[in-house]
C-alpha cells in the first residue's frame, strides 16, 4: 500500500476545492438568472420610491435593517397583504417608530412599493437597481 506525501495531496485538494466552488457559482447563478425579469413600470416607480422613503429603515433592496423587518419575508409570508400594507404605510406603526407617510406618498406610490415588494418575495426581481421593461 503506497500512500501518497502531504506535499503531493495539496495540489489535489485545493484544485478539488476551486472546481466545487465554480460549479455552485455556475448553478446558483444560473438559477437567479431564470426567475430574473425586468421590472414592469409599477414595480420600477415602486423601487424608486422605496429607495427614496424606505431603504433607509428597511435597508436596500428590501432586505431588513438595523432599524426595521425585512419586508419581502413579510410579504412572502402573506402576513401583509396589499390592504394591510397600504394601512401601514398610511398609518405608520409609532410604538415600533415606524412615522404615517400619508402625507407623503399616495395610495398609487404605496401600491407601486408594494408591487416592488412582491416582485423581490417572489425571486423575479434581483437586488440593486431592476431593469425596466
Known amino acids: 500500500m503506497r500512500f501518497h506525501s502531504r506535499g503531493s ?3 489535489h485538494i485545493a484544485l478539488a476545492l476551486v472546481m466545487v466552488a465554480i ?3 455556475t448553478q ?3 438559477a437567479q438568472n431564470q426567475q430574473v425579469r425586468a421590472a414592469t413600470k409599477a414595480e420600477y416607480d415602486g423601487w424608486r420610491r422605496y429607495m427614496t422613503t424606505c431603504a433607509r429603515c428597511h435597508g436596500d433592496d428590501a432586505v431588513g435593517g438595523v432599524m426595521a423587518p ?14 394591510s400594507f397600504q394601512s401601514t404605510v398610511s398609518e405608520g406603526r409609532p410604538a ?6 400619508t402625507s407623503t406618498l399616495s395610495k398609487e406610490h404605496i401600491d407601486a412599493i408594494y408591487a416592488y415588494l412582491r416582485a423581490r418575495a417572489a425571486g423575479q426581481l434581483p437586488a440593486g437597481r431592476p431593469r425596466q421593461q
Open 9 to 11: 495531496l495539496q495540489p
Open 23 to 25: 460549479g455552485g457559482w
Open 28 to 30: 446558483s447563478a444560473a
Open 70 to 83: 425585512d419586508l419581502r419575508k413579510s410579504v412572502a409570508m402573506d402576513t401583509m397583504n396589499q390592504t
Open 96 to 101: 415600533k417608530g415606524m412615522p404615517s407617510f
